[in-house]
């Protein structure tokens, strides 16, 4: 760190003129020109990161939360500036999210360490931008808030309650299962989402609030309350006031960010049901601090932590029930006896002090104790198997028990094109026990590893009645999303992993008792194919710009999809 970057407030990390003092009176002369007083000018700095968009719904109460934000700031003594970053809004964003994450990661962590600010609040909310901002803050390690979007809050359609996006997802299956007209899922698409906030149920969004709560990186209680509560507000303001007491006691994210602490954050991920996303997400946060996380270690963790959060897409509620039935706080009480109680908070105080000093209330039709657990062991489980060397991950508690020991019949698509051809062909030969597998979508492909694991049942299954069968992918899954689903296959097909190998009539075993995830073909014919085998992607050398960057360094889902540049030297 250069000597102009241990300044403080407008001292701190100055435009190299050559001469430090004049940098300090042009920069001082410039601020001036906005509206400043010298006695601001002479305070510390909370830089507010602000990822609103009008591409991002998530974010759209953004103007009045900032502004509460600031509040706190100046109750503390510091002195606001807000700044843009990207922002990444899920469904506006092509080919996938996922694939300008790091970007986001990069602009955050570079952004935080150009400009003067001594500590920094981070305002975020959508799947991928919570993440960035944690990857991004971890890097660049200067003192960090970080303060969530908060969850919608839930519509109606006739008697049922809807929320974004696993109701979406329900009445688009029984829409194209024909149970539902055109007019209909018409009506159910203007009142999925009618608030501000994320979706309304433990996604990706809600999955990442409650693990950067668990993290100690997020204010005690502020995961889960709806984004249009005047609790929101008031968590903004407790979130700039924690950023500006922590100028003069700086705790960073490094100190936060632990190797204990993320362990916690992963037990609380499998007691959520939580989503598939939270594995890749969490590895790449972790990452940024050298801690790897082994998914062998999730399936001990998993093996050991109950499922107690009765929220869709796993159970019955959404996140506003949750919040008002003791939200993250009531979890990690449960979950006591598992946890490392030491690990350290943003507010300078450590989870077993947080947890002393809790209310207690707990609503147990939404959140079950640790000796009734909705299921006695975590959400989700890793497979390997010689499908997956590398591993996999498989949302059980999002499944179907029934498939879970299962041999089957492969039908495979070749890439998404390939998918939407021919998926609903009438002619497709398929069955409801075969397993339906996807190629080429994962990190590397063409597609960026997009939300398609949730391959929909062929249309003539779904009108015989068929709601779930067994589908492998090297993609994601949205946390909205429900089925018996393996996802994150590594190495992927588009780099030569064994995905790219299977052919449909192959035999692939699954066994979740076993975690495994194998294909029945002898060796020797799977050596024959692999030297068959040839790329279809576009090379880095015939690409330009994020697109080249991504292509050559993206890494795989079981290192987090993060670039291998950005990670700490070894």
């Known amino acids: 760190m250069s000597d102009d970057a241990t300044g403080r407030g407008l001292s701190r990390n100055l435009t190299s003129y050559g001469d430090r003092d004049f940098s300090v009176y042009l920069r001082r002369s410039f601020a001036a020109s906005m509206g400043y007083s010298r006695q601001a000018l002479d305070r510390p700095i909370v830089g507010i990161a602000n990822s609103a968009s009008g591409f991002?719904?998530?974010?759209?109460?953004?103007?009045?939360?900032?502004e509460a934000v600031k509040r706190g700031v100046l109750m503390g003594g510091g002195l606001p500036v807000e700044f843009p970053t990207i922002s990444l809004g899920e469904v506006f964003l092509n080919p996938t999210s996922l694939k300008f994450r790091n970007l986001m990661a990069m602009d955050t962590e570079e952004m935080i360490r150009a400009q003067p600010m001594d500590a920094v609040v981070l305002v975020g909310g959508c799947d991928k931008t919570v993440p960035a901002q944690l990857m991004g803050a971890a890097s660049a390690d200067l003192p960090a808030?970080?303060?969530?979007?908060?969850?919608?809050?839930?519509?109606?359609?006739?008697?049922?309650?809807?929320g974004a996006c696993t109701d979406c997802r329900r009445f688009w299956a029984k829409y194209r299962a024909g149970e539902i007209s055109a007019g209909q899922i018409a009506e159910i698409e203007a009142r999925l989402a009618t608030t501000a906030g994320t979706c309304a149920v433990m996604g990706t969004a809600s999955t990442m609030a409650?693990?950067?709560?668990?993290?100690?990186?997020?204010?005690?209680?502020?995961?889960?309350?709806?984004?249009?509560?005047?609790?929101?507000?008031?968590?903004?303001?407790?979130?700039?006031?924690?950023?500006?007491?922590?100028?003069?006691?700086?705790?960073?994210?490094?100190?936060?960010?632990?190797?204990?602490?993320v362990e916690n954050a992963l037990r609380v991920l499998l007691a959520l049901g939580g989503s598939t996303n939270a594995v890749i997400h969490l590895t790449a946060i972790a990452g940024r601090l050298g801690i790897r996380i082994p998914l062998a270690r999730l399936n001990q963790l998993s093996d050991e932590t109950p499922v107690l959060v009765n929220?869709?897409?796993?159970?019955?509620?959404?996140?506003?029930?949750?919040?008002?039935?003791?939200?993250?706080?009531?979890?990690?009480?449960?979950?006591?006896?598992?946890?490392?109680?030491?690990?350290?908070?943003?507010?300078?105080?450590?989870?077993?002090e947080r947890l002393a000093r809790d209310p207690g209330w707990v609503d147990r039709s939404v959140i079950a104790s640790a000796e009734a657990p909705l299921e006695p062991r975590g959400g989700?489980?890793?497979?390997?198997?010689?499908?997956?060397?590398?591993?996999?991950?498989?949302?059980?508690?999002?499944?179907?028990?029934?498939?879970?020991?299962?041999?089957?019949?492969?039908?495979?698509?070749?890439?998404?094109?390939?998918?939407?051809?021919?998926?609903?062909?009438?002619?497709?030969?398929?069955?409801?026990?075969?397993?339906?597998?996807?190629?080429?979508?994962?990190?590397?492909?063409?597609?960026?590893?997009?939300?398609?694991?949730?391959?929909?049942?062929p249309r003539k299954l779904a009108a015989r009645g068929v709601k779930d069968m067994i589908r492998i992918s090297d993609a994601r899954m949205s946390g909205t999303a429900f089925g018996t689903i393996v996802l994150h296959v590594a190495p992927e097909a588009a780099i030569g992993g064994p995905l790219a190998l299977v052919r449909t009539g192959?035999?692939?075993?699954?066994?979740?008792?076993?975690?495994?995830?194998?294909?029945?073909?002898?060796?020797?014919?799977?050596a024959r194919r692999r030297a068959e085998w040839t790329s279809t992607v576009i090379p880095p050398e015939r690409r330009r710009g994020y697109d080249r960057l991504y292509a050559e360094h993206v890494l795989q889902a079981d290192e987090g999809c993060d670039f291998g540049f950005l990670l700490p030297p070894a």
């Open 380 to 457: 989700l489980v890793a497979l390997f198997g010689n499908l997956a060397p590398r591993g996999a991950i498989l949302k059980r508690s999002a499944a179907d028990p029934r498939l879970f020991e299962h041999e089957g019949r492969a039908v495979v698509f070749s890439s998404l094109d390939d998918l939407a051809r021919r998926v609903d062909d009438p002619e497709l030969d398929i069955g409801p026990d075969d397993i339906m597998v996807l190629q080429n979508a994962g990190p590397r492909s063409e597609s960026g590893m997009p939300e398609a694991g949730y391959l929909p049942i």
């Open 210 to 261: 409650c693990i950067a709560e668990t993290l100690g990186m997020a204010l005690p209680g502020t995961a889960a309350i709806p984004a249009v509560h005047a609790d929101r507000l008031r968590a903004a303001e407790a979130s700039g006031l924690a950023a500006a007491r922590m100028i003069d006691n700086p705790i960073r994210p490094s100190q936060v960010i632990t190797e204990r602490s």
């Open 506 to 526: 192959d035999r692939i075993r699954l066994s979740v008792r076993e975690k495994r995830l194998d294909l029945l073909v002898d060796e020797a014919e799977l």
């Open 311 to 352: 929220l869709k897409p796993v159970g019955q509620h959404y996140m506003e029930d949750f919040f008002f039935a003791g939200g993250v706080g009531a979890v990690l009480r449960e979950l006591r006896p598992l946890l490392h109680l030491d690990t350290l908070t943003v507010t300078g105080e450590t989870l077993g």
């Open 145 to 162: 808030v970080q303060l969530v979007a908060g969850p919608m809050m839930t519509s109606r359609h006739g008697t049922e309650r809807l």
């Open 56 to 66: 991002n719904n998530c974010h759209r109460h953004f103007p009045e939360l900032i």
